[in-house]
């Protein structure tokens, strides 16, 4: 047996003592979540006839404030998630969050859709449909109410969703752009 070993040495065939490749690495678990919202088969007309691909809605989200829709095209599946879940990583967005709600009310619009986001109170949970609920969900937002009051695709209201969570502002930063304190802001006095 050994020697049949040491002829086939470096053939490809049977054991190697010095294993280039090395012990496989692991890969660390990433922060960052990802939920397809849509796969859909798209055709496009050319000359020839027509030219079949997929296209695929992502949202990437690592739920502690940060979120993204992407969109990625290809003429396979695997390859459009992949191209969408980049696409969707370069378009991230950060979410002010008080507790595990939003700090305000907020209206995304996306093309034709409008996406109504509201503060709920503990334990609400989110109150959402479709690709609202996995955009807030990825985003880390655990009791919200939401209401699509436009058209109802699914990658508009994503997009719209994104928006949404975008013109959101914290109590602090609208405090510093009034020049004012948080407690002048809300009108909390302080007991003297």
Do not use: C, Y
Request: charge should be positive; charged fraction near 30%; avoid cysteine.
């Amino acid at each position: 047996m050994d020697n049949r070993n040491e002829q086939n040495k470096g053939r490809g065939r049977g054991p190697r003592d010095g294993d280039r490749r090395g012990p496989r690495e692991e890969k660390e678990p990433s922060e960052w979540q990802e939920k397809v919202v849509q796969i859909r088969r798209v055709t496009k007309v050319v000359k020839g006839g027509k030219k079949m691909s997929f296209r695929a809605i992502v949202a990437v989200g690592n739920q502690k404030g940060q979120v993204g829709v992407g969109v990625g095209k290809a003429a396979e599946v695997i390859a459009a998630i992949q191209k969408a879940i980049a696409d969707a990583k370069k378009n991230l967005v950060t979410v002010p969050m008080v507790g595990a709600t939003i700090p305000h009310e907020s209206i995304g619009i996306a093309d034709a859709s409008r996406v109504l986001i509201k503060p709920a109170s503990k334990g609400t949970g989110v109150i959402a449909g479709g690709a609202v609920r996995s955009v807030l969900e990825l985003a880390g937002i655990h009791d919200v109410l939401s209401k699509n009051m436009g058209a109802s695709s699914p990658l508009n209201t994503a997009r719209a969703t994104v928006d949404g969570l975008a013109r959101l502002r914290s109590a602090e930063s609208v405090a510093a752009d009034r020049g004012l304190s948080v407690e002048d802001l809300v009108g909390v006095k302080k007991n003297a």
